[in-house]
């Protein structure tokens, strides 16, 4: 079948927003810890989507939070949405108190902690401000149309294949959307849409890389190395 991936674009933002000592290069320097991660690296500056499979403390959210905070800094993308599926792994917190932005800002720390250690609070905090930034939830999605943006899509384990086929229709012109998570850790109490999502784009030969990471390219610390390997072992 035919290749049914268009090209990725290298638009430049229309933001002209500058903020008060930002730099006009990228601010971490980012360089790859594994092979694996110099695999996701490389895909993501030559492809539209990109699917990244692997266990915790591989680096998934790091190194997509990374690429996107530069990719903003150098003004290639207007904005970084975030989103991830409201499933909580354990007993429920309850209900959440505050505005829209205060609810979905927890599950965003994982993504908002790595672009404030590039960015800095104020940056980061302007950005929230003016809507560059922004914590998308899954089910206020539908309608919308993202451009010129780089999307986040952490926990894509827990999402299910219906939301995963409106949320893949969110993506407008000059987009990238990066979704991870780890098929071995779904929390949802039916099936993951993750595994049918990739299945159907090999299916149809889409040109979206999909990149596994190991237990062996666990980089966090040795103890979250050896309780996951432990937990693989025991399939908990």
């Known amino acids: 079948m035919d290749n049914l991936e268009p090209s990725k674009k290298q638009t430049r933002s229309r933001r002209k927003t500058n903020y008060k000592g ?5 601010t971490s320097g980012i360089a790859p810890k594994t092979p694996k991660q110099k695999e996701f690296l490389d895909h993501l500056k030559q492809n539209s989507q990109v699917f990244v499979l692997g266990p915790a403390g591989t680096g998934k959210t790091y190194v997509t939070a990374t690429y996107a905070a530069d990719q903003y800094t150098l003004k290639e993308i207007d904005k970084i949405v975030i989103t991830r599926p409201h499933v909580a792994v354990g007993k429920e917190l309850g209900y959440l108190p505050g505005t829209l932005e205060e609810k979905t800002y927890p599950w965003a720390l994982p993504v908002l902690d790595v672009l404030e250690k590039h960015w800095g609070k104020g940056t980061l905090e302007t950005a929230i401000k003016n809507g560059n930034v922004e914590m998308a939830p899954l089910a206020l999605m539908r309608g919308r149309s993202f451009e010129n943006a780089f999307i986040i899509v952490d926990e894509t384990q827990n999402i299910t294949t219906h939301e995963l086929k409106m949320l893949l229709t969110r993506v407008g012109e000059d987009s990238t959307i990066v979704l991870n998570g780890d098929v071995q850790q779904t929390d949802l109490k039916g099936d993951s849409g993750l595994p049918v999502i990739v299945a159907l ?17 666990i980089v966090r610390s040795d103890i979250c190395a050896q309780w996951v390997k432990v937990f693989y072992q025991e399939k908990l």
């Open 22 to 26: 930002a730099t006009s290069k990228p």
């Open 201 to 217: 784009a090999e299916k149809y030969n889409l040109n979206v890389p999909v990149v596994e990471f190991g237990l062996e390219d």
